[in-house]
Each structure stands twice: as structure tokens, then as C-alpha cells.
DNA sequence: CAAATAGTGTCTCTAAGACATTATTAG
DNA sequence: CTAATAATGTCTTAGAGACACTATTTG
């Protein structure tokens, strides 16, 4: 191979032309169900459909594209953003996954205590956070990414710690319990549940205070934590009754 | 957003030009060691020094590039891809991890039983499968990707049946006890690693037959079994010994 | 007051790991 | 024969889950 053949090589316009893409599939809590933030389509292909944000790959990292493209989208401030958990999730490249030329897109997966009511970015004429329940089909291949994204969530919960970045600074077990909840779609044994987080090393971490108030219908303060340092859970909460998934 | 904004969004061609290749992190054992495919750049930049196998996107679909592209490296067949697990790793894009240009990688992870000896493919003026224990610094980022993949083999033999990969068709517990302690690089307790895979329903079947002869070093003739129909092992087959990840 | 909830106690069963033991083979 | 290894047994301890219970708070 010489040198010519080497920059045809890395040139691609000399092959068919290929695009890159940074989409996020940007979980969070609102009203005890789980959201994701979509956006409808305000041009073709797929006009009028709801999709995942995403952007193409300018100069920067594929995760500050996404951040960007997040940013954009939500209304939220560099600042904000650091408290937003963003991880890859993967890449999809399928030929003829847009309709018009080839799209590589690299998805990434956001997690959030709260995020801002979204604008409408510069590429969509709408932008919301939809309940899980209530998301219809999705352009592209979107739908695909979005069951990945949610598995990998579920997933994550089980060995990581990363239930603490859907709930605020200090929480409540209850609360940290209702994150698993929602996100596994499952209820959880509530004394088996507190007993099990705090028997976890560095999971979570107590202030010393409670809440203001018992819960809205009755019941006693509950005390009040902080995440704590760990990075895996260990032993891990592993989800109830996966017996279909293991086959 | 009109039509013609839109379409140079999708015009690479009007920002930087960007490339996609598709790169493989391909894992054997031979010898009692594990070894990665390596081959030895032909052409600058980082001429004369060792990095992944990989090629261009084309046409074609990104597993089936990284396939196309594992099967040049290494002479084989489209049969025997088939009984190569092949998944991605992810994709790694930051800018100015190739010098001459953005180039965008979809890093795929690979375990074979047993792999030929490779042939230089039309990028490379050598291939080799390397053990780990003598791997030098790779080109590009690859020694990053090498990394990845590594975690990500051996966090998967914990949860799933992928040690079978690295075996023949029919093999013995101590066979696939090697895998794991080759992968994991540390021993393992061969009575209770013997009882805790047949305990895993689904991981290995037993075919009723043993091996023609005992250990080389004696010992008697061991069973042999097959891949089980298990796609998740539970519950999972720990690593032991983490406490340094946790935080 | 009744109802709800936080937090803890207790019991059972499973599983992990340390260690021992027996049977079978190679050399 | 001895050394090595396959396979199983035994014991201890940790952890998951079912269930009960007390204390505290709301309305």
C-alpha cells in the first residue's frame, strides 16, 4: 500500500458519505414515573415524529457533542450539566437507518435528578419529557436505542450507584427506593430494601438530620443521606424475578 | 431550519471531514496465555509499531465491517466466523487521536477458541498474535481500547457463559476453569469452581462421555460437556478479590 | 383516633469459600 | 509405587427474602 492509496483511504469522500451523529437518551424522575426527553421532528424524514435529541459531531468529543446537543435541548447551564451523569451506550450504524445517507450515530445515556422544562432546540418544533409509558414509535431506529438505553439504566442500578444521580443531594431511603422502583418497574420490599442499602459500603453516607416532616400520609421522619464514595456496590442489588431473561 | 440548511447538516463534506473505522479486540488463549491479534503498521503514522486490526467503514453494516476485517487479518473463513463472539466495545472519537484526521473508531470485541496463525492483510506488514504479558505500547489510542476490552472480557465471563467461547465444542470443568483464571490472572479453587459451574442451571450440559485419558500428569479421566442453553449465568460467577474497584 | 411509614428484629434458605476426602489415572 | 487431578462432602459464614414488630408521624 503506498501513500496515494493511503490518504484515498482516509479521504471519505472518495467513498460514500458518512455522517456522525451524538444522540442521548436522557432518563429522569418527574411525578414518580420515568421520563425521557424526545423531541418531534420538524422536517423530513420522519416529519412530525418524536426522536431522540442528538446533533452532528463537529470538532469537539463525542460526549461533549452530546452534552452540547443535552444542553440545548434542556435549557441547562455547563454548570448544571456537571450533575448530570452521561455515559456511552453505543454506536448504530446500520445501512439505511436514515433514509437519506449514511449515519453513524454514537448514543450516550443521561441520568438526572431534575432537568428544566425543555426548549425547542434549533432542529426540532417541540421538545418534553414523556413518560415512559406513554412514548410512541420513535424515528429511525430510535426505539432500539431508547430498550437499550433502558436496559443498560436497569442494569446500571443493580451494580452501581448511580440510583444517586436521580434523586437530589440528600435523600431519603424511601426516595433512593423509589428511584429502583420506578426504573425496574417493580415494587420493592421496603424493610429488606433500607436494611440492604445501608449494609452496602459507601452506597450512601448519613448526614445526622431528617426530614422536616413525616410522609405526606402519615409516618415518621426519615433520616436523611448523602451518596457515598463507592464506585461498584458490593455485594450488588440484583433485580427480582429475571428468570424469562435467562434463557 | 429550512431544506437547505438541512441538507448541509448532512453534507460531511462541508465541515471536517470525518472517517469511520471499525477496530477489533480479538481475544484467544494459546498456550495457557491469553493473546490479542495485533499488526504491525506498514505505513506512518506510528509506522513500525503495533496496533489493533481495523479498516474502514464501507458499505456495509459495522459488526460486518469489524467480521470482514477479523476474517482478512486472519484467514478465516465466513464458517468459522460463525463461531466467533463478536460484540461492540464501544467507540472512541476524541479529536486528535489520528494526526492526520478526525477519525471516528467502533472498537468490537471478539473470543475465539482457537484461531489460525494470521497472514498479513493489505494494511499491515505483520500479524500476530501477542501475548498480553508482551504487549508494548500500541499506536493511536489503542492501548486505551486494549484496556476496555480486557475489563469487559472479564466482567463478562462473571455474567454470562462467554467462557465457552474460549473452548472447544466439548470440554472439561478444568478446561474452562483455565479460561477463567487465564482471563481473571489469578487461580481459582478448582473443588468449589467444579461444583458452582454445574450448579449454574444452563451453563454447561454434559454430552456422557470423558476425555480418552487423564491429565498429563495424571489424575483420571475427566467428564465432558457442552455450552448449556443459559444466556445469563445465575446466580453470576463472582471475581474475587475487588475491593481496590469499589472505590 | 386510624392509617401510613421508618427502621429494626428474626427466621429460613441459598450460596460462597475454606478445607478435607475418595477415586482414578500417568509415569 | 507416587504425584496429580476429578469429583464430591462438610462446615462456616454472608447474604437474600419473607415476615413481624415498634415507634413515629399525618390527618
Known amino acids: 500500500m503506498n501513500e496515494s492509496d493511503f490518504l484515498r483511504d482516509y479521504d471519505p469522500t472518495a467513498y460514500e458519505p458518512m455522517a456522525v451523529t451524538a444522540d442521548v437518551v436522557a432518563l429522569t424522575i418527574r411525578d414518580g414515573r420515568l421520563h425521557v426527553l424526545l423531541i418531534r421532528r420538524a422536517e423530513p424524514p420522519h416529519q412530525g415524529m418524536w426522536a431522540l435529541p442528538g446533533g452532528f459531531v463537529r470538532g469537539d468529543d463525542l460526549k461533549d457533542a452530546a452534552a452540547r446537543e443535552l444542553a440545548e435541548e434542556t435549557g441547562l447551564l455547563p454548570h448544571d450539566l456537571d450533575r448530570v451523569h452521561l455515559e456511552q451506550l453505543g454506536t448504530y450504524g446500520k445501512p439505511g437507518r436514515d433514509p437519506r445517507m449514511r449515519v453513524v450515530t454514537v448514543a450516550f445515556l443521561a441520568f438526572a435528578a431534575w432537568m428544566p422544562d425543555p426548549k425547542a432546540g434549533s432542529d426540532a418544533e417541540a421538545a418534553a419529557w414523556t413518560p ?13 436505542i431508547l430498550e437499550d438505553g433502558l436496559e443498560r439504566a436497569r442494569s446500571k442500578l443493580e451494580y452501581t450507584p448511580l440510583a444517586t444521580s436521580f434523586v437530589g443531594d440528600e435523600f431519603t431511603i424511601s426516595e433512593l427506593r423509589a428511584v429502583y422502583e420506578v426504573v425496574w418497574g417493580e415494587p420493592l420490599h421496603p424493610g429488606n430494601f433500607h436494611r440492604k442499602v445501608l449494609s452496602v459500603p459507601g452506597f450512601v453516607e448519613a448526614t445526622g438530620t431528617t426530614t422536616e416532616r413525616g410522609g405526606p400520609r402519615g409516618g415518621p421522619r426519615a433520616r436523611l443521606y448523602r451518596k457515598g464514595d463507592a464506585r461498584l456496590l458490593h455485594p450488588a442489588l440484583l433485580r427480582p424475578s429475571r428468570e424469562d431473561e435467562i434463557r
Open 132 to 144: 415512559l409509558t406513554a412514548t410512541r414509535e420513535l424515528a429511525f431506529d430510535h426505539g432500539d
